[in-house]
């Protein structure tokens, strides 16, 4: 059974700092990109970070220079540092795994990221 859960959401302080987790059961690893995606209210879902096996980033415009995404594949964990936040960042944040080869993909339950004062 495929799992992605993550963690770390919560309410935050506009200029305040979050890190999201991602800890992915059921899959081999390392045939995955790993990516994070947000959807705030009345909006489609949008890419926010992805990363390879390898660890080569891929971000946002909107993020680029905040947030930073990386991958420990020891602990089938990918994370999300996001620094600098503003509150147009509120949004639930889902964390998507995407075989490389294969078109095939699983989702987490999404973790609620609140940027307010």
């Known amino acids: 059974q495929v799992q992605l859960v993550e963690s770390g959401g919560g309410l935050v302080q506009p200029g305040g700092s979050l890190r999201l987790a991602c800890e992915a059961s059921?899959?081999?690893?390392?045939?995955?990109?790993m990516g994070w995606y947000r959807q705030a209210p009345g909006k489609q879902r949008e890419l926010v970070a992805s990363?390879?096996?390898?660890?080569?980033?891929n971000y946002a415009d909107a993020v680029k220079g905040r947030f930073t995404i990386s991958r420990d594949n020891a602990k089938n964990t990918v994370y999300l540092q996001m620094s600098s936040l503003k509150p147009e960042d509120t949004a639930v944040y889902y964390c998507?795994?995407?075989?490389?080869?294969?078109?095939?993909?699983?989702w987490g339950q999404g973790t609620q990221v609140t940027v307010s004062t």
């Open positions: 998507k795994a995407e075989h490389r080869s294969f078109p095939l993909d699983y």
């Open positions: 059921g899959i081999t690893f390392s045939l995955y990109t």
């Open positions: 990363i390879s096996f390898g660890g080569n980033p």
